[in-house]
């Protein structure tokens, strides 16, 4: 939730902090986004990953199974900070969609959307330390009545739809 200590680990999370205080002093808005998916997505997160070794007959390669994330649709994110932009509320919003989901997960439900389902998934990273992030979007339904519509299993439905309609 909002209202929850963030914990930054490395430097980049600090930064990430310090820029949210610093909006706060000033009355901004903050929007804390949830791991963005869609058609143009970068290609360095474990979707576009994922995505690339779909289709392949080797084992698929992750970095670790155990990370726990919240998966949002570009949609969602663009109609949440359209509702954040025509609001007049300060403070921390999440735009998340509330749904934990770990890499292991991610990764047997778009083998099972490629129709892959006995493919193994394998780690290739040594370190299986567990961190879980999952936004809390109750405060943007509350305030805005906004709310994700695109669940993960439709909106990657649709990125393979799109992926592979040009190969």
Not at 79 to 87: E, I, Y
Not at 104 to 124: I, Y
Not at 131 to 150: C, D, E, F, H, I
Request: net charge neutral.
């Amino acid at each position: 939730a909002e209202i929850d200590p963030c914990e930054p680990r490395g430097t980049y999370a600090e930064v990430k902090v310090a820029v949210e205080e610093k909006m706060l002093e000033h009355g901004q808005i903050v929007a804390r986004i949830a791991n963005v998916y869609g058609a143009k997505m970068s290609s360095q997160n474990v979707i576009s990953d994922i995505l690339s070794q779909l289709f392949q007959e080797e084992p698929l390669k992750v970095r670790c199974r155990f990370p726990v994330r919240d998966f949002i649709h570009i949609t969602d994110v663009v109609q949440g900070l359209v509702a954040l932009a025509q609001g007049e509320s300060g403070g921390i919003f999440n735009l998340g969609s509330g749904v934990a989901t770990s890499i292991m997960e991610l990764a047997k439900l778009m083998m099972e959307l490629a129709e892959q389902k006995n493919r193994e998934v394998v780690c290739s990273d040594s370190d299986h330390s567990y961190s879980n992030v999952v936004l809390n979007p109750a405060k943007m339904k509350r305030q805005y009545g906004w709310k994700v519509k695109t669940d993960l299993r439709q909106g990657l439905e649709q990125l393979l739809k799109k992926e592979y309609k040009r190969t």
